[in-house]
């Protein structure tokens, strides 16, 4: 400790700060690697509780020293312990249920409860069991069911019953057959109640229409995920987009037919009509002889006979009358449009290669079919065949790797918290830690390498350039020792103190 303190005290203010950023960072290293290796990885305990209901559970949590957090509306855990901690809270009767159903009525009594008492709980029960049931199914989140049930009061028609159901969804809006499903369920459940009479409304879009109110987008849309149902078997997922338009009549019509067939005829009554005349004439006078009946008067005569037979039949033709109304809503053009994306390339770096003519032609023939394309009514389909483009749609973006790339992840990341650990030990600490060497004094060169006095006289004849070199050579060779010390006191001290203390 004593060894520590003189360190420290002899360090700066500048090392000091660096050595305390660097053993925290040390500390921190270590506490991860003393983590287990799965715990930071967070997952969902549960989503969509009341408040008071999640706040039961974050307490049950906590209690028992639980590492949780708090999302919005959700509970997140340590994706190890999760099922684990469903377990447990659901032993504890957590998280309970939020709607409460029969047994409300377990706490009525037969004394002090009258009967509008008992009938609002029986209908609060009846619909806190509707929630339940609604709940259970996949991706539902929040449900809440609202039953009019009416009432029969004296000299008054009976109310019809009604109900509202409210949903919220984790996956996108309510689909129209599921909705429609729920409007099943709450008819079944009360007596006399009509599922067109049950109204189905998401928390997101608001109300959901029924088949029968569906407007033409909806009629549209559920030809448009038939045909593409179908086209994508063939080009798979991802790989063919359907439109279709539907063009309807919008207004009402009245059509009245009369139709007369000649070739069908029914007599109905028929007449029939006989006439008979005769007369006789005489040429001579008239006597009391010529009109004796037996003819036995004198003279001659002449005699005249008419028979006429008449019949009228009188006959009806078939007749056949029609009156058609014809109101809003009827098909009156239908147009589809397919397009199908190109075969990838043969090698790689090569363009999409269009899809053969058979093959549209029997596409085309498929959608054709399953929308119910007449062509005597005016219906079209176009089928094509061009590239897609690469396009990052919201919600697309790579996930996260799974498996054993994850895994290798995972046994990565203590590896690498153990390097960071030791470098900042290694590089850091030790090196700040460590004592200043102490500066060496200058040493003062020997008398004995004092500068010799220049000669006053000089030589008669000049000196060669080389001769102070080979001098000064001669000298070093003989105080080698000495001219190594002075050397070194040069350097660090500089030429001109050296000179000055020379």
Partial sequence: MTGLAQVWGGLDARRRAAVVGATLAILAAVLALARPTGSGEMALLYAGLEPGTAGEVVAALAARGVAHEVRGDAVWVAAAARDLERVTLAAQGLPAPSARGYELLDGLSGFGTTAQMFDAAYWRAKEGELARTILAVPGVRTARVHISAGGSRPFRAPERASAAVTVATSGGPLPPGQARALRH???????????????????????????????????????????????????????????????????????????????????????????????????????????????????????????????????????????????????????????VNDLPPEEPGGSPRPRSADELAALGALVASAVGLDEGRGDAITVRSMPFEGVLLPGSEPALPQGPVRNGMALLRPLLLAAVALGLGLFVLRPLLRPPAPTPAPAAPPAALAPMPLPTALPSAPSSPEEPAARLRRLIEARGEEAARLLETWIETGPARAGGEG
């Avoid at 189905?200 to 995920?225: F, K, M």
């Avoid at 002889?289 to 005249?304: F, H, K, Q, R, Y």
């Fill in 185 to 339: 369920l709450v008819a079944a459940a009360v007596a006399g109640l009509d599922p067109g009479r049950v109204a189905v409304i998401d928390a997101a879009t608001g109300l959901v229409a029924d088949a029968a109110e569906a407007a033409p987008d909806s009629r549209a849309d559920a030809l448009r995920e038939r045909a593409l149902r179908l086209v994508e078997a063939r080009v798979g997922p991802g790989n063919a987009v359907v439109e279709v338009a539907v063009e309807t009549v919008t207004e009402t019509e009245t059509v009245t037919e009369r139709r007369l067939d000649p070739e069908s005829r029914v007599a109905i009554s028929t007449e029939m009509e006989e006439t008979e005349t005769s007369s006789r004439g005489a040429d001579g006078p008239v006597t009391v002889a010529s009109n004796l009946p037996d003819g036995d008067a004198a003279g001659t005569g002449t005699a005249s006979s008419e028979t006429t037979a008449r019949t009228t039949t009188n006959y009806d033709l078939s007749e056949t009358s029609r009156e058609v109304l014809r109101a809003p809503g009827a098909v009156r053009r239908l147009t589809v449009a397919v397009l």
